[in-house]
């Protein structure tokens, strides 16, 4: 007899750890965690520089946490710790470098494909995939012979180079803040004033604009980008041209609707999924985290989702599956 899981949470980023820590918590067991990379919390480990303060009030929204992960202001590190703690602790087995790749209905169950070829069969489905698998990239083309040096992060960043920081956000400001001391930086953001980010950061950003440590290129827009001797020619729309030779795209990530469809999401008449208060998409389908909202999300959100999708959506459904058997 082929065994069926309760639930199957594709994705183990806050969201995914938060809803399989919950699921123990709340006596449901009999749950599969899959993980495409070789580790939990790939979008932490990979777009998170080293140290970088972590802010449970991402972006100044102030989130009171309703689940049992207690996620403070701490790191990246603290942050990659309390998860691998929260997973070690509920004795949950995470499926590692294992990719899902559609997830079928059939009938009252789901069948979840997996990029093993193995195939598992669970009652409902949780998507808590995150937005950076698919990070947004500049409308003009990049020239390939530069593609390795247009980045999404500053892994690659070797110091002594002139970097170009593109972004509006957190991550924009951030990453400038980070690499300022080591490079040449310039930062450019298409509108005059930066309302998107913590203020914190937007101070950071000032300070060093003012001691010149950092160059500010704001209210204007980069129109064509073209190798000029293995470097970035860079035409901006107000008739500057300038060199670098390294861009940083900050730009986030977008919500990855091809992939939503083929596991069984229900899109609106716009393309867009779209979720209940209980983050439900469709009988058994629930969406957790950054995929499940329209706009950018935060780790205390996805912890959210996950403790509601388990005590008032599972939870409460087989609840009421119980009593009216
Ligand atoms: C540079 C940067 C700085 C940030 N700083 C903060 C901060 O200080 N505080 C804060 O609260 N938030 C911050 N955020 C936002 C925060 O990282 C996200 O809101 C949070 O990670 C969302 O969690 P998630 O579980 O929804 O998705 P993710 O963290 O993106 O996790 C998704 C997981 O799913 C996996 N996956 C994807 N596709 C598949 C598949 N097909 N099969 C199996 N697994 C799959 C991925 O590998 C990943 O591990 C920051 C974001 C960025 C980019």
């Known amino acids: 007899m082929r065994k069926i899981y309760d639930i199957a949470i594709i994705g183990a980023g806050p969201a995914g750890i938060a809803t399989s820590c919950e699921a123990i918590i709340f006596g449901v067991e009999n749950i599969l965690l899959f993980e495409k990379s070789d580790n939990h919390s790939e979008t932490i480990r990979k777009y998170f520089n080293d140290n970088k303060p972590v802010d449970k009030d991402w972006k100044g929204i102030k989130v009171e946490l309703e ?9 990246k590190e603290t942050t990659l710790d309390l998860f691998e703690d929260s997973l070690e602790k509920k004795l949950i087995d995470a499926k590692f470098n294992t990719e899902i790749s559609k997830v079928i209905r059939v009938k009252d169950k789901f069948k979840v494909f997996t990029s093993t070829n193995d195939i598992y069969y669970a009652k409902n489905i949780v998507i808590a995939i995150g937005k950076m698998g698919k990070p947004n990239k500049p409308s003009y083309k990049i020239p390939s012979s530069l593609r390795s040096r247009a980045n999404h992060t500053i892994a690659d960043c070797k110091g002594n180079e002139d970097v170009l920081v593109v972004g509006g956000g957190d991550s924009a400001c951030e990453y400038a803040y980070f690499i300022h001391q080591d490079n040449r930086v310039t930062f450019n953001y298409r509108r005059d004033e930066i309302t998107k980010a913590h203020p914190k950061n937007v101070k950071n950003l000032m300070n060093c ?17 073209e190798d000029e001797n ?8 107000n008739g500057e041209i300038s060199k670098y030779d390294r861009i ?3 730009l986030g990530g977008v919500t990855p609707k091809e992939f939503l469809e083929s596991c069984s999401v229900v899109l609106d008449e716009k393309g867009n999924p779209f979720v209940n208060e209980k983050n439900l998409n469709s009988q058994g389908v629930y969406l957790a985290g950054d995929v499940a909202g329209s706009i950018g999300g935060s780790i205390a959100l996805a912890l959210n989702h996950g403790y509601n999708i388990i005590k008032d959506g599972v939870v409460y459904s087989e609840h009421h599956e119980a009593q009216s058997a």
């Open 67 to 75: 689940g049992h992960i207690d996620f403070k202001d701490g790191t």
């Open 209 to 225: 604009a003012e001691d010149k440590e950092i160059e500010l290129k704001l209210g204007i827009d980069i129109e064509k980008v």
């Open 230 to 237: 293995g470097k970035f020619k860079v035409y901006y729309t």
């Open 248 to 250: 940083i795209y900050a």
